[in-house]
């Protein structure tokens, strides 16, 4: 079983008191022996976040990053530059990117290469529009996204990456994927994880995203192919983090 891994994307939200309050609270919390947990603040929070973080469980991530190793490229941030300033992480293809900036599968194929060459560990996101699962397409859309990127990597790259599946109609809408269905898509990746190669299926973490919160973390985790979550709305506010966080344990 991989490790439970909890992450917190804040999106374009929170504050410099915020990190500290989350540094603070990180510090003193008694999270469960197997866990990890993660924070990806947005970039002008990263370098105080990494101080706030240090002595604390949770490592520090990123929520995208450049295609390009450095030039004239304004208002671009390279992985140089996020691992220079303690990012470990970094979300590559959220739903947010492919949808409002059209990062499209080879846009985000080339961000997993950056963050790969310089050594972050990319979050590889897909999951499907409403109209898709609706469509009955699911599945396929979301396997087919995991295979625009894995089918190019090396298979020793295969083993850098971890996936959250975050159904796009279930992000920020307070409605969330059932255990059930979560789990149905989660176990077709971990089926193609395993055509790849049968340990990457063994190894790899599969988070699940989308209105995960409080009081439904636990039973989306009981599920035997959700490895974690990648929470949003829930992971700004910290007792409701720390409780997701003692769920996964
Ligand atoms: P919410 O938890 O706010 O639905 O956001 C999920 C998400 O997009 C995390 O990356």
Redesign the pocket.
Known sequence: MPMPLIAG?W?MNGSLSLVETFGQALADADLPSRLEVAL?VPFPYLESASRALAGTRAVLGAQTLSDQPAGAFTGEVSGEMLREVGATLV?VG???RRTLFGEDDSAVLARVRRALEVGLTPVL?LGETLEERDDGRGETVVIGQLEAVLDALEAEQRHRLVI?Y?PVW?????RTATPEQAQAIHAALRRRLAAYDDGLAEKTQLLY?????ADNAAELLAQPDIDGG??????LKIDDFLAICQSAG
């Open positions: 994307n999106k990806m979300l959220h739903s947010e996101c959250a975050e279930a992000i920020g809408t307070g995203g989308g209105s995960m919160k990648l929470v949003g709305g829930a992971s």
